[in-house]
Antibody, heavy 118, light 111 residues
């Protein structure tokens, strides 16, 4: 059974960089598209971007200038960096496995709340 | 403002049938991109409910079904149960923004 687990700081200061890692267990990171998705408190879901195991990426245009997603296949991990954060970036961040390059998401992490403080 | 439009809330009594609509445009659902549906129980991560417009992952009851027509899609839930009370999201791909897009979500209340 594939499992995903997000890890990283729960509190980030405004203007700094948010960094999260997703560790994949129970399956290989190969041959899938790995996404970051966030949900602001009481709001809906927002796709941040994905990375293919080979390293190719696609980002949400609304966040593209601030986002970097990377993969470490040797550790079965992929990571998110979001720069110049503001209070609007406070959200629960989920990592998820996507099928295809216009993916649906069949496995999700439990999510991690990241709060941006001033 | 979400690219895909869902009603904010729907409700139904136990045993009834409810539907949740997801309205898009010619750059997403109308362009032929698949629609997927997720169920999010309170305090938990979303769960894939329907993929590829009308396919259920293993373990999802056949009370849940999806359909798509033109620029819209629908999720139907029959034999409503108390445990179905959750938020439901549709998702697709949009070629005009070149991104994965979600609907704003619909809160289902079982009366």
């Amino acid at each position: 059974q594939v499992q995903l687990q997000e890890s990283g700081p729960g509190l980030v200061k405004a203007s700094e960089t948010l960094s999260l890692t997703c560790t994949v267990s129970g399956g290989s990171i190969s041959s899938y598209y790995w996404s970051w998705i966030r949900q602001s408190p009481g709001k809906g879901l927002e796709w941040i971007g994905y990375i293919y195991y080979s390293g190719s990426t696609k980002y949400n245009p609304s966040l593209k200038s601030r986002v970097t997603i990377s993969v470490d296949t040797s550790k079965n991990q992929f990571s998110l960096k979001l720069s110049s954060v503001t209070a609007a970036d406070t959200a629960v961040y989920y990592c998820a496995r996507g099928r295809g390059n216009r993916p649906n998401f069949d496995y999700w992490g439990q999510g991690t709340l990241v709060t941006v403080s001033s | 403002q979400s690219v895909l439009t869902q009603p904010p809330s729907v409700s139904g009594a136990p045993g009834q049938r409810v539907t949740i609509s997801c309205t898009g445009s010619s750059s997403n659902i109308g362009a032929g991109y698949d629609v997927h549906w997720y169920q999010q129980l309170p305090g938990t991560a979303p769960k894939l409910l329907i993929y590829g417009n009308n396919n259920r992952p293993s373990g999802v009851p056949d009370r849940f079904s999806g359909s798509k027509s033109g620029t819209s899609a629908s999720l139907a839930i029959t034999g409503l149960q108390a445990e179905d009370e959750a938020d439901y999201y549709c998702q697709s791909y949009d070629s005009s923004v070149s991104a994965v897009v979600f609907g704003g979500g619909t809160k289902l209340t079982v009366l």
